[in-house]
């Protein structure tokens, strides 16, 4: 039987020795390849066909999904797994559209891996239970999300996008050319009116319902 030849793409060198060791314990499967950017990931598929992708998202030189997009155009007969520290349902969900075959956070079992694997290699998708579960809550309540979007100002907005984006508060007044003080106000109502408590949750409100583009 033709072993399952697989790439591992991972921007920490301890990460992919991990990945490696748990995938090499699985029957009929090899990996041929390791790569630490996305320019190398994509160098090494068209070196080595592989047959299946484990593809962390976040990766210099060429993010998960630039990779995935070239892939799934490229080699469409190649299969991707999305292998992520990120459960949101809304990167599960890009990450589907844009042609994964499969999505796993790094918190699964070894033995989540192997089914998932051998899911992905007989032409079926494999979404984590978990991960799915996060999906339809999401997808669920988007439409109330973004009627609660809809309430905000469009200084709110501007706000919200900018945090979102990783911008500092300092950073934000700059921007908008308004005072410290004044942002931390409207950093203050958005998460009252959101019922939101952190700035973190404030990204991934900004990220499901759809304010600024996951990367």
């Known amino acids: 039987m033709t072993p399952i030849r697989v790439l591992i793409a991972d921007d920490h060198a301890l990460v992919r020795a991990?990945?490696?060791?748990?995938?090499?314990?699985?029957?009929g499967v090899v990996v041929v390849g390791e790569a630490g950017k996305g320019s190398e990931a994509l160098e090494l598929?068209?070196?080595?066909?592989?047959?299946?992708?484990?593809?962390?998202?976040?990766?210099?030189?060429?993010?998960?999904?630039?990779?995935?997009?070239?892939?799934?155009?490229?080699?469409p007969e190649i299969r991707v797994i999305v292998l992520t520290v990120h459960e949101a349902g809304e990167y599960?969900?890009?990450?589907?559209?844009?042609?994964?075959?499969?999505?796993?956070?790094?918190s699964a079992a070894s033995i989540e891996l192997e089914q998932a694997i051998q899911t992905v290699i007989r032409g079926e998708r494999y979404i984590s239970p978990?991960?799915?579960?996060?999906?339809?809550?999401?997808?669920?309540?988007?439409?109330?999300?973004?009627?609660?979007?809809?309430?905000?100002?469009p200084r709110q907005r501007e706000v919200l996008r900018?945090?979102?984006?990783?911008?500092?508060?300092?950073?934000?007044a700059q921007v908008l050319e308004i005072s410290v003080k004044t942002v931390e106000t409207?950093?203050?109502?958005?998460?009252?009116r959101l019922g939101i408590h952190d700035v973190a949750g404030l990204v991934?409100?900004?990220?499901?319902?759809g304010l600024i583009d996951v990367e």
């Not at 991990?18 to 029957?27: P, Q, T, W």
């Not at 299946?52 to 995935?68: A, H, K, R, S, Y």
């Not at 900018?162 to 934000?172: F, N, P, R, S, V």
């Not at 409207?186 to 009252?192: G, K, P, S, T, V």
């Open 130 to 153: 978990e991960t799915a579960q996060n999906t339809i809550f999401e997808v669920t309540n988007r439409g109330t999300k973004r009627d609660l979007l809809a309430t905000l100002s």
């Open 204 to 209: 991934r409100y900004a990220i499901i319902v």
């Open 18 to 27: 991990g990945i490696r060791a748990l995938v090499e314990r699985i029957d």
């Open 186 to 192: 409207h950093r203050a109502q958005l998460m009252e």
């Open 162 to 172: 900018l945090i979102a984006e990783g911008k500092t508060t300092k950073q934000i």
């Open 92 to 106: 599960a969900l890009r990450a589907v559209r844009e042609g994964a075959a499969g999505y796993l956070p790094k």
């Open 45 to 75: 598929v068209r070196q080595l066909s592989p047959d299946l992708i484990l593809l962390d998202i976040t990766m210099p030189d060429g993010n998960g999904f630039e990779v995935l997009d070239q892939v799934t155009k490229l080699y």
